[in-house]
Every structure is written in structure tokens, then in C-alpha cells.
């Protein structure tokens, strides 16, 4: 089955620590997505990578990193330097119509 | 900046209900508009898509309309059942910049 994977599902980080988010699709799109979701809020952009080896910042991309050396994945580092970590992060991809964004199920991170 | 807004914020409604949940956006140059379902701790699931050409689409028991002169959209949903608790979403596509604009969503609560 066609699909975008993400994983850990859950994932405890200590203060100073890096972490890193994994994501990997096998829908063969060129476009893939990470937001961040806080409770009772709504999808906010860290960023973008609409081909290979390139990669573009949203509305919140301080404190994250990406990389995106094949087109079936695109690992999202939330790095120390994010003061608030804390929250549901969400990768999607869209074909390259741009009709249909496919999610993936999320990954909680919760700083301890 | 295309703003996306939802209202409500919270629906609860007895189960046979019909309902509609609401969706505005700020700029009609849009290229199509989604209605997501989010259930607790999950990723979206796409219900419908309407095209920027299309009025309206239809699935089961969910209508989806679009007036975009009026930057605005409707989820209705017949017969509203249990299994019908969930976050919904709606999201606007902008081709330039390959960008999703979301809302914050309505939570919907149907009691037995």
C-alpha cells in the first residue's frame, strides 16, 4: 500500500538534546511537508522540499533542520535550539497536480 | 497572506443531526479546497476536494460547497452519527509557492 510513513510515533527528548523525526513516502511524490500542531490550534509550516536536494523554510523553521538526499525521504532534526518543542509534527506530500496533500500519522514529542 | 478561518471552534450535536461546519478564506485565488478529518492523536485524512472551477462535491453523507467570489465553504454532514466525532479541517492550495493554508478546524462532538 501506498503511503508516507512516519516514525517514532512517540519520542521523549531531554533538554540539549537533538532529535530527529523520521518520514519516508512511497507515492513517488516531489513535494513533501512538515508541520508542527499545538493543541487547539492548526497546522503551522517548518518547512518545504519540492524536489531533491532542496528545501525551503515555512513560518516557523527556527530551531529545525531538513535534508532531502532522496525523494522518499525528508528527516525533520528538531534541534536545541528550539526552546518549545513540544508537539504533534505531521509530514505530508502532494502529488505534482498539487489536487490531494497525503499525511502521515505524526509523531509526539514531548520534552522531559 | 491567505488566512483560513473556521467557525465553530466546537459543535456538539445529538446524533441524526444535520449540521454544517464553516470555512472562510481571505484570498479567492485559490486552486482548490480540501475538508479534512482529524480523530485524537492521528494524522488528516482528506474527505473531500473541491476544484476552484467546481460548486460542489459530494461523498456518502458529506456535501462539500465552494463559493470562491465569497472566499467561503461548507462541510454538510446527514444524519450526523457517533462515528462522526472528529477534528475537521479545511485547507486552501495557492499553486505559487506550492503552499497549503489551513484552519484551525472545528471539533465536532455527535452524542448518542
Known amino acids: 500500500d501506498g503511503g508516507i510513513t512516519q516514525s517514532p510515533k512517540y519520542l521523549f527528548r531531554k533538554e540539549g538534546q537533538n532529535v530527529t523525526l523520521s518520514c519516508e513516502q512511497n507515492?513517488?511524490?516531489?513535494?513533501m511537508y512538515w508541520y508542527r500542531q499545538d493543541p487547539g490550534q492548526g497546522l503551522r509550516l517548518i518547512y518545504y522540499s519540492q524536489i531533491v536536494n532542496d528545501f525551503q523554510k515555512g513560518d516557523i523553521a527556527e530551531g529545525y533542520s531538513v535534508s532531502r538526499e532522496k525523494k522518499e525521504s525528508f528527516p525533520l532534526t528538531v534541534t536545541s535550539a528550539q526552546k518549545n518543542p513540544t508537539a504533534f509534527y505531521l509530514c505530508a506530500s502532494i502529488e505534482s497536480s498539487g489536487n490531494t496533500i497525503y499525511f502521515g500519522e505524526g509523531s509526539w514529542l514531548t520534552v522531559v | 497572506k491567505q488566512e483560513v478561518t473556521q467557525i465553530p471552534a466546537a459543535l456538539s450535536v445529538p446524533e441524526g443531526e444535520n449540521l454544517v461546519l464553516n470555512c472562510s478564506f481571505t484570498d479567492s485565488a485559490i486552486y482548490n479546497l480540501q475538508w479534512f478529518r482529524q480523530d485524537p492523536g492521528k494524522g488528516l485524512t482528506s474527505l473531500l476536494l473541491i476544484q476552484s472551477s467546481q460548486r460542489e462535491q459530494t461523498s456518502g453523507r458529506l456535501n462539500a460547497s465552494l463559493d470562491k467570489s465569497s472566499g467561503r465553504s461548507t462541510l454538510y454532514i446527514a444524519a450526523s452519527q457517533p462515528g462522526d466525532s472528529a477534528t475537521y479541517l479545511c485547507?486552501?492550495?495557492?499553486?505559487?509557492?506550492?503552499?497549503?493554508?489551513f484552519g484551525t478546524g472545528t471539533s465536532l462532538t455527535v452524542i448518542p
Open positions: 485547507a486552501v492550495y495557492e499553486p505559487a509557492g506550492n503552499q497549503f493554508y
Open positions: 507515492l513517488n511524490h516531489d513535494a
